[in-house]
């Protein structure tokens, strides 16, 4: 009878201790750089005018025929259906489809190898399989009139999204044109498509269309500069090109932006939990946490990085077992599982910035008397190349070449590189 006296006494007393630890845990407020994290992921976005909102003619890309006073309306009938379904699928398509005919992404440049190259072996298998698609190709140039891509969808796990792939269709088209002599205008429309592209990495709202405006900009960058490498130093290039490679702005490359829209995702996600599984879960906690998580990129050392070009080192996420934590184990350990999967989009965007830079960089070193275009490069503008990742010269010659920071996803090389203009 003693030793379950002294059982019970023992489980009474770790009972007291369990109650003291979570009591003091709940007690203890939200740390302060997480609550201003959170403060700042809550702050709402200046409202800026409808009318430069890309949203609505990325939404509708696919389709013909749509005229600019069907456009909203069509949208809005679209935004109605699906929070009017809140249990709907998350590949909604547009209320358009069956309405009016579709175009589809033509099967060229879609991956890491030379579009330039794709192209060329296929040309008239290329023709043929953008036939049809004017209406698409103007609809794309068109998206660089708007200033910023904010969704019309509140947001939700189950938002959908439109079929950003499509973007990328005006990429073979372009190379077409160069192949068919008219290397003028597939020059404009490529630089036209980048300047979009750039619009979208940085204003961009959520993380997804950041990252596919990187690789739009990306791979017409390296579009540009193959083409670049086959023309004659006579051959006028558009002005905007001069825009369109200009050195990239920290706001493009930092995902300070797109990062709200991850937040707002899992504010969204986090206020359907059901009262009853939240044993060990508090959401404006885990809020805070997700916050301060999300926005590691915005921080003043990260941004230095990124302006340094040296590969983004984000700061750890703070360690499950805390005080904090007790009384909030599932939220802690929610966020410290979803943490890695941030780390490496800073510096696949830093390598897109280097591709730009490159670019730029290239266009530059046309217009410059011949020379060792080692040398000459050493002398490239401010903004062009950096410290951390200086322009080199391939072993045999004709690239120019420096390392990735980031793993890339789409079969690209260890380096980010681009031909020597004709005549160097």
Sequence with gaps: MTVLK??????????????LVLGISWALPIPAAEREALDAMETPAAPRPANDNAFAAVWLLPYDGIDASARDALLADDVQHFHAAPEGPASLTSRADGR???????????NADPCLSQVRAVPDAVAVGHAGHEGLHARIAGISRYRYYRSAFEPDPRMPFPALGLLFDRLSAHALLHVQGESGAAL???????SSARMLMAEGDTLVVAMVGGAWASRGAQLFTDILAE????????????????????AELNLCHAMRGEFAFQQAAMATVPPRQQLFLNQRKTLARSAWLLSRTCGDDVQAQIRDDRRVTLPPPPPVWTWHCAANAVGCVLVDIAGPAYDEYPQRMQDVGAQLRM????????GQPQGDASEVLMAVPEGFASVQRPLRISEDGARVRVPRLGKPRDGSGPEVSAPLPKGW
């Design 359 to 366: 670019a730029g960089a290239m266009l530059w070193l046309r």
């Design 6 to 19: 002294w059982i019970g006494a023992l489980l009474l007393g770790l009972g007291v201790v369990v109650v």
């Design 100 to 110: 009016f005919a579709r175009t589809e992404w033509a099967p060229w440049c879609r």
């Design 188 to 194: 404009a429309g490529l630089c036209q498509d980048v």
């Design 231 to 250: 023309l004659p130093a006579e051959v006028e290039v558009p002005a905007v090109c001069t825009q369109a490679f200009a050195p990239p702005r920290l």
